[in-house]
């Protein structure tokens, strides 16, 4: 799509969504405070906002694979359990609660089951790599409610 070109201000506007992504989107957020609407590119800003969504999305998963790993390794190498891995578990629940408060759409990828397959495979990947083990479980043994309560540890 061809750069939007306009005056904002005294300044020339128009920054190829391509060439410079944060020009583009400052030079779009002032086009939308001006109500310069015309001179939009929408499709790029459709795009970003999908983005924004998907970005939710990979950093909720991220946290919960790394919880999930470090709840694997809790229950699979009860002598390496130490001070260092319950703050990772507690600081990994803290941030994902504080993330589904301040998104609670994301509340239902909770209970999607392909996004639970998908994060649990990331969490034995990382649990396997730290561990050099190879005996945790193909499915989640574990709620995604019951991962994230503060009262929760594997045996």
């Known amino acids: 799509m061809a750069p939007c070109v306009t005056e904002l201000r005294g300044r ?22 001006e109500g310069k609407f015309s001179a939009l590119d929408i499709e790029h800003i459709a795009e970003e906002i999908e983005d924004v969504g998907k970005s939710e999305q990979r950093e909720l998963a991220s ?14 190498q009860p002598n390496h359990r130490g001070s260092s891995w319950q703050r990772t578990i507690k600081e990994q629940r803290r941030a994902i609660m504080e993330h589904l408060d301040a998104t609670p759409s994301l509340r239902r990828s ?3 089951e392909h996004w639970v397959r998908k994060t649990w495979a990331d969490a034995v990947a990382k649990a396997a790599e730290e561990t050099n083990l190879d005996v945790f479980p193909e499915a989640c043994p574990w709620s995604m409610d019951q991962a994230t309560n503060t009262e929760f540890l594997p045996d």
Not at 12 to 33: H, P
């Open 12 to 33: 020339k506007m128009g920054t190829s969504y391509e060439k410079d992504v944060v020009a583009w989107a400052n030079e779009q957020a002032a086009l939308l405070r």
């Open 63 to 76: 946290r919960m694979a790394v919880l999930l790993a470090h709840l694997l390794k809790w229950q699979y």
């Open 110 to 112: 909770l209970t999607d």
